[in-house]
């Protein structure tokens, strides 16, 4: 199973809302990413976490808030976003070897929009 | 820095034609790893293929094949006899030189149109 699932599949929220992406995977990968994705450009790294721990922290804003509860489990809370936030946001996986490098398995993203 | 660059922003083609999308990257690490992934308009991120920089043989799957030259720094990859199904932004990647991570820099992408 190289799937990774994420939910919401759409979101749309106000500047003043609370809410949450979450991302699963089951492939026993201990390094899971959080990206955003604007039209038409590439992903941009957000946060890495490796054994449940935050690892990188790309200069996020703190309205952007990840949390890992377990190894198979990847959260990004939402807070006071902006409409500049609204996006793809993608979950990815992969394992972890200090030696060498491993494909991502990206899920199919939640498209977020901030009004 | 390490960077990667895909010049062509979209490419047209006819069913059936041959396309090949080009990436150029720069890197000053002497061991490194490049891939390629597919974007449907869907938006998930499809994995094609990983190549390490010691590993300079071309490879082919099925209509796709990819030439790795280390000497002109290109990993170049070929769709030959294009289908619909092929529509999608390309997006070439080096992995970050920043730990046992797999962070990738991606670049720009190639958008490919295929029409019947």
């Known amino acids: 199973d190289t799937e990774v699932t994420q939910t919401p599949k759409h979101l749309v929220m106000g500047m003043t809302n609370k809410k949450s992406l979450k991302c699963e995977q089951h492939?026993?990968?201990?390094?899971m990413y959080w990206y955003k994705q604007k039209a038409k450009k590439p992903p941009e790294l957000m946060f890495v976490?490796?054994?449940?721990?935050?690892?990188i922290n790309e200069s996020v804003p703190s309205r952007f808030s990840p949390e890992c509860p377990n190894s198979s489990l990847l959260n990004l809370h939402l807070h006071a976003l902006q409409p500049e936030d609204s996006a793809l946001y993608l979950c990815?996986?992969?394992?972890?070897?200090?030696?060498?490098?491993?494909?991502?398995?990206f899920g199919p993203g939640t498209r977020l929009t901030v009004t | 820095a390490q960077k990667v660059t895909q010049a062509q922003t979209e490419i047209s083609v006819v069913e059936k034609e041959d396309v090949t999308l080009d990436c150029v990257y720069e890197?000053?690490?002497?061991?490194?790893?490049l891939f390629w992934y597919k974007q449907p308009p869907s938006g998930e991120l499809v994995f094609l293929i990983r190549?390490?920089?010691?590993?300079?043989q071309n490879e082919i799957s099925g209509r796709y094949s990819w030439n790795f030259q280390k000497s002109t720094s290109s990993f170049n990859f070929t769709i030959t006899a294009s289908q619909v199904v092929d529509s999608a932004v390309y997006f070439c990647?080096?992995?970050?030189?920043?730990?046992?991570?797999?962070?990738?820099?991606f670049g720009k992408g190639t958008m490919l149109l295929v029409s019947p």
């Open positions: 990815a996986s992969s394992p972890q070897n200090r030696d060498r490098a491993y494909e991502q398995y």
């Open positions: 492939m026993g990968h201990r390094a």
């Open positions: 976490y490796s054994y449940e721990k935050l690892s």
């Open positions: 890197t000053r690490d002497t061991t490194y790893y």
């Open positions: 190549r390490n920089s010691f590993d300079e």
């Open positions: 990647a080096l992995k970050r030189p920043d730990s046992g991570y797999s962070t990738l820099t």
